[in-house]
């Protein structure tokens, strides 16, 4: 079976049912990048954002065959790590060493109940991430492997099994598909992207 046939919410959800890998491997592939970003944002160090985010995915293959829509498994991804950065601050503010973060994530959680809308997606890591959900699955990948885990070119060439220009021109289409999804919604966002990108760049 394809990877494009997961597309189909009712195969991906009957596959899951399954016990499909490669139907999870899809969901992972998906959602991981927007999904550490928002772990990251309240997570400050990357190994325990890592963390979080590989627990939240576990818990999520645990209940695999409860889903039923795709809707449930992003709503079963957000609020899990969202509990799991919540008990992170919490040990933390325990232990006297980000009171400040903690008293913020809870008022921020306050406002963010209190509006009709949901959470506020007004900052640009927030809408970064959202379209590069959206990229075509190897420059998701590349883009993963570039921007969050921070490998070098030649690693992701050897991890993907491709060369190193691939990985070069997958960058590349990955920019042009992000700037081309943000020059509509703000000037000030797509120049503040290529400053938040240079880390993408930089290998």
Sequence with gaps: MTDRLFEQEPVLLAELRKDNKKAF???????????????????????????????????????RARFDSLDAVQAFLHVTARNACLNHLRSLARSGARERAFTEWL????????????PSEDSLLDHVCLEAERLPPQLRRVFKLSFIDGLSNQTIADQLHINNQSVCNHKARALQYLRAALVNKDVYKLWLLTALLQKFWGH
């Design 107 to 118: 008022a921020q959680e306050d406002r963010a109940l209190a509006r009709e809308d949901g």
């Design 25 to 63: 491997a899809w969901v992972y592939d998906r959602y991981y990048i927007g999904l550490f970003c928002f772990v990251r944002r309240w997570v400050r160090e990357q190994k325990a954002a890592e963390d979080v985010t590989t627990e939240t995915f576990i818990k999520c293959w645990e209940r």
